[in-house]
C-alpha cells in the first residue's frame, strides 16, 4: 500500500510542519499543498524557521508539491487509481479503524491490499473539509471522541459525550499509521 496526503486550506505552518514530519515516518510518498496551506519555504525560497522547528529536515525527504485546486487534483489521483479518503467528522463517516481493504480489488471491504494506493485528505483546522471536497471521498473516516464534553458541540452524530475533534496533525497521525495495517 502506498499513500499520499493532501492539505485543503490547512492554515497553520506548525500543523504543516508536523504533518510532514509525521508522513516521513509513516512512509507517505507525496504531500500535496491545497489552496491557502503554506509551503516549507516562503515566496523568495527559504526555509520557514517555523515550519523547521517542527518538521526536523522532513521536507527534504517526503516529495511536496503545491496545488491550487484540490478538487481537480483529486480527480486526477481518482483517475490514476488513488482512493480517496476524508478525514472528516460527518453524518456520513465512519470510524477510521473499521476500514477494510479488499486484497482483490482495492475496494473498501475486507482483506489486505498490497497495490492500494490511498490519497488522505485533511482540511482547515476550524471548518474542516467543505461538502465540494467531502463529495469527491469514497469515503470519509474519523476518530471517535471520548472524555469530557465540549459544550454545545454539533458534531453530526454528537451523543452527549466526548471532545468535538482533535488537532488536524494529531488526526493524521492517527489515521496514517491506522493505514499501514491495511
Given at each position: 500500500?502506498?499513500?499520499?496526503?493532501i492539505?485543503?486550506?490547512?492554515?497553520?505552518?506548525?500543523?504543516?510542519?508536523?504533518i510532514?514530519?509525521?508522513?516521513?515516518?509513516?512512509?507517505?510518498?507525496?504531500?500535496?499543498l491545497?489552496?491557502?496551506?503554506?509551503?516549507?519555504?516562503?515566496?523568495?525560497?527559504?526555509?520557514?524557521k517555523?515550519?523547521?522547528?517542527?518538521?526536523l529536515?522532513?521536507?527534504?525527504y517526503v516529495?511536496?508539491?503545491s496545488?491550487?485546486?484540490?478538487?481537480?487534483?483529486?480527480?486526477?489521483?481518482?483517475?490514476g487509481?488513488?482512493?480517496i479518503?476524508?478525514?472528516?467528522?460527518s453524518?456520513k463517516s465512519?470510524?477510521?479503524d473499521?476500514?477494510k481493504?479488499?486484497?482483490?480489488?482495492g475496494?473498501?471491504?475486507?482483506?489486505?491490499s498490497?497495490?492500494?494506493?490511498?490519497?488522505?485528505?485533511?482540511?482547515?483546522?476550524?471548518?474542516?473539509?467543505?461538502?465540494?471536497i467531502?463529495?469527491?471521498?469514497?469515503?470519509i473516516?474519523?476518530?471517535?471522541m471520548?472524555?469530557?464534553?465540549?459544550?454545545d458541540?454539533?458534531?453530526?452524530?454528537?451523543s452527549g459525550r466526548g471532545?468535538?475533534?482533535l488537532n488536524?496533525?494529531?488526526s493524521?497521525?492517527?489515521v496514517?499509521f491506522?493505514l499501514?495495517h491495511l
Amino acid at each position: 500500500m502506498v499513500f499520499c496526503v493532501i492539505l485543503h486550506n490547512v492554515r497553520s505552518v506548525h500543523n504543516v510542519g508536523s504533518i510532514f514530519r509525521t508522513a516521513d515516518a509513516a512512509g507517505a510518498e507525496k504531500i500535496y499543498l491545497c489552496g491557502i496551506t503554506p509551503a516549507p519555504h516562503d515566496r523568495l525560497g527559504n526555509l520557514r524557521k517555523d515550519f523547521a522547528k517542527v518538521a526536523l529536515g522532513a521536507e527534504k525527504y517526503v516529495a511536496w508539491e503545491s496545488v491550487k485546486n484540490t478538487a481537480r487534483l483529486t480527480a486526477a489521483l481518482k483517475k490514476g487509481g488513488w482512493k480517496i479518503f476524508a478525514v472528516e467528522q460527518s453524518r456520513k463517516s465512519v470510524p477510521y479503524d473499521e476500514l477494510k481493504i479488499s486484497a482483490k480489488s482495492g475496494s473498501v471491504t475486507g482483506g489486505k491490499s498490497k497495490n492500494l494506493k490511498i490519497a488522505l485528505v485533511l482540511g482547515d483546522e476550524v471548518r474542516g473539509l467543505p461538502p465540494s471536497i467531502l463529495n469527491r471521498a469514497g469515503k470519509i473516516l474519523e476518530i471517535p471522541m471520548r472524555g469530557a464534553m465540549v459544550g454545545d458541540a454539533d458534531h453530526p452524530k454528537h451523543s452527549g459525550r466526548g471532545k468535538e475533534s482533535l488537532n488536524v496533525a494529531v488526526s493524521f497521525g492517527i489515521v496514517a499509521f491506522e493505514l499501514r495495517h491495511l
